[in-house]
């Protein structure tokens, strides 16, 4: 399915979110405060929009970042990314499961999940081995769709992301399912307190999350 809907991945994103997702990403690598010594490894990386704010935040920038995906098409048009922006010795882009990454134990100082944890099939099993290869102290910066609880707010965002949101990625992305999974799998994603929970349980603590935007998104902070 994410491969099906690549080649539009991006413009999506930023027309759906109404660009909102540039600012969510940069609020996420602020939060990890990194001062250029660290390494990065983004997990779900998609098409390297995370990787690549990583390394290029204004707000401190990652040493270097490997991207892991399980979408080899997806994979493809982010290193094509990475290339036009000259970041290919900066940014690696590998091939592999977000349950068993393919990379070593306490290797990296930071990690980072874009709107990516709800996709593994299992979402603790995910977080257990992000924190197996980042080191003692290591800091983990999590985006993930939520829904509003303002009254008003939340139903008029229910609304959009249940009728309006399917119709528009349907007719420029071409593939029938992939804007009906995504309004389908945030609502059976976790409360903002049971993720919290589960990256306790997969090793991390100082786990807090912050509402942004209204609660559409929750960026969540953890600690190895």
């Not at 068993?100 to 709800?118: M, N, Q, V």
């Amino acid at each position: 399915m994410f491969d099906a809907i690549a080649r539009r991945y991006d413009t999506l994103n930023h027309l759906l979110s109404a660009g909102l997702d540039r600012r969510w990403r940069r609020r996420a690598v602020r939060e990890l405060k990194l001062s250029g010594t660290e390494r990065v490894v983004d997990v779900c990386t998609g098409t390297g929009d995370f990787a690549i704010e990583a390394v290029s935040s204004v707000n401190g920038q990652a040493k270097d970042v490997v991207g892991v995906d399980f979408a080899g098409e997806m994979l493809r048009i982010g290193l094509n990314k990475v290339r036009q922006g000259a970041l290919d010795r900066r940014i690696h882009l590998v091939r592999g499961d977000a349950t068993s990454l393919p990379l070593p134990d306490a290797s990296f100082d930071a990690a980072t999940i874009g709107f990516g944890i709800r996709n593994v099939l299992n979402p603790e099993a995910g977080c257990r081995d992000v924190a197996r290869v980042l080191r003692r102290g290591g800091r983990l910066a999590i985006l993930e769709f939520g829904f509003p609880k303002i009254p008003g707010v939340g139903a008029l965002y229910r609304a959009y992301f249940r009728y309006v949101l399917p119709r528009v990625g349907r007719a420029i992305s071409k593939h029938g399912d992939a804007y009906e999974y995504l309004p389908a799998s945030v609502a059976e994603f976790p409360s903002a307190d049971a993720f919290a929970d589960v990256l306790r349980r997969a090793g991390f603590s100082k786990v807090e999350y912050r509402s942004l935007t209204f609660g559409i998104v929750y960026l969540y902070l953890a600690q190895k």
